[in-house]
């Protein structure tokens, strides 16, 4: 019902915009939130955006530089990545919730994920 998609690979000082397309039912009324997981390591919280008022928190490794944003018209979540460095190589996943969280069990749907590699 989740389906991300705009990964590739970048070289360092490099953009990419990963969307997150929805199917099946409408999100327009969940928090939406990017998460990544690199080789070896835990999947960890990037940045969440509310359904209401569109409010936007960020992990602090990526403040300043990720850009979150949704069109609930389209039923679609983004994030814009820029000055990508090679320790944002991992898979990054779009997921769906009800509770705004950092925490990847407070997401109910999530997508199959997309990789990125940012080359050095």
């Known amino acids: 019902q989740l389906q991300a998609y705009g990964g590739g690979l970048v070289q360092a000082g490099g953009s990419l915009r990963l969307s997150c397309a929805a199917s099946g039912r409408t999100f327009s009324n969940y928090h939406m939130g990017w998460f990544r997981q690199a080789p070896g390591k835990e999947r960890e919280f990037v940045a969440v955006i509310t359904w209401s008022d569109f409010s936007v928190t960020y992990a602090d490794s990526v403040k300043g530089r990720f850009t979150i944003s949704r069109d609930n018209a389209k039923n679609t979540v983004y994030v814009q990545m820029n000055n990508l460095k090679p320790e944002d190589t991992a898979v990054y996943y779009c997921?769906?919730?009800?509770?705004?969280?950092?925490?990847?069990?407070?997401?109910?749907?999530w997508g199959q994920g997309t990789l990125v590699t940012v080359s050095s």
């Open positions: 997921a769906a919730g009800k509770v705004f969280t950092k925490s990847t069990e407070g997401y109910d749907y």
